[in-house]
């Protein structure tokens, strides 16, 4: 391509270089350097005029940014798998492409689930809390008593691809009983897993543990309220690395407070960042850690590549390696 006949793309954060070296040999690439996400006003400035926008998930992609940016707009590649910061029934409207970055970020952020779980149930994070604050005197035999995994009973919410890699590690190393909820049943997965396919209540009051890996949509958006904590059992501990809309913020607070759950780990809050003052933060038997379930080198890297491929694939109308349009 013609350097004056470049396509423009604008990246809302700076992600790794290979995604960037990517982009960059077939197009004119313009990046916000800032630490902090740009302002709308900014987001919608700098990719006016653009072709292609490599966005984030903290970036609201909805009509009057496609307004903004202009008809000549083609392709929208959010880094991330999730995307419901953008309106993909309008792009697709509107003829815009969208793209996520699937399979990539499954272990990783299996991992950050399963990390969470046996740091809320062995205390992890409390405990180091009261080593650093100088509380640690001697050896208690009282003393941070947790809760045991193995034989325990894993409540999933959500079976796809990050659900099942955390019913892997449940089942298969912690030999946990799998529960799931999903849109629908999963045949090859319960084999896999030896899981129960179960409605949304008898997972509630069966589970010792709740993890969930399903999609923030209208039906899942405050899926966990005061009826879902108060169903639990007492002794259960709740995990979410999806959306943090998935839970409400205020009821799992009272939750944790009043005794109906033991302890919850998040990896997402509503809103991000969680505000200082939250009362969340407050609880020692609540982890809240900063929205890193895809955080390691070899996957951003990996998400760096597909998020520049779906850009490159859009602009020069070949089918993307990951396209949500319906
Ligand atoms: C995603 O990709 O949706 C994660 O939440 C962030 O990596």
Redesign the pocket.
């Known amino acids: 391509m013609a350097e004056d006949s470049k396509r423009r793309v604008f990246v809302s954060r700076r992600i790794p270089e290979n995604g960037l070296e990517r982009l960059r040999t077939l197009c004119d690439v313009d990046i916000w350097e800032g630490d902090l996400p740009p302002d709308r006003e900014t987001l919608c400035t700098r990719a006016a005029g653009c072709h292609g926008v490599l966005s984030m ?1 903290s970036d609201a992609i909805d009509p009057d940014f496609m307004d903004r940016v202009g008809p000549q707009l083609q392709v929208v590649s959010n880094y ?3 995307f419901n910061n953008i309106d993909v029934e309008e792009a697709t409207r509107r003829g815009i492409r969208v793209g ?2 699937p399979g990539v ?1 499954t272990d990783a ?1 299996a991992d950050i689930a399963f990390a969470l779980l046996i740091n809320c149930a062995r205390r992890i994070s409390e405990s180091e809390r009261s080593v650093h604050d100088g509380k640690w005197k001697t050896w208690e035999p009282l003393g941070f008593i947790g809760l045991d995994l193995v034989g325990k009973t894993i409540g999933i919410v959500g079976l796809g691809r990050i659900g099942q890699a955390m019913a892997r590690r449940c089942h298969g190393g912690w030999g946990m009983d799998v529960l799931y909820t999903s849109r629908s049943s999963k045949p090859e997965a319960e084999g896999e897993f030896d899981a129960d396919y179960v409605s949304m209540d008898e997972l509630l009051t069966r589970s010792d543990f709740i993890s969930v890996h399903c999609d923030l949509n209208n039906s899942t958006s405050g899926l966990f309220d005061a009826s879902a904590f108060q169903k639990m059992k007492s002794t259960a501990v709740f995990i979410n690395t ?2 943090g809309s998935i839970h409400n913020q205020n009821d799992l607070a009272a939750a944790l407070t009043n005794g109906e759950i033991a302890a919850a780990g998040l990896d ?1 809050t509503d809103p991000e960042p969680i505000p200082a003052d939250d009362p969340l933060l407050d609880l020692q038997n609540c982890v809240v850690i900063p ?1 890193i ?3 390691t080198v070899d996957t951003r890297a990996a ?1 760096a590549d597909i998020a520049a491929e779906n850009v490159l694939r859009a602009l020069a109308d070949e089918p993307m390696p990951h396209c949500v349009n319906p």
């Open positions: 998930l991330a798998v999730g996520n970055t970020l952020t999806a959306r997402v929205h379930g895809s955080a998400m």
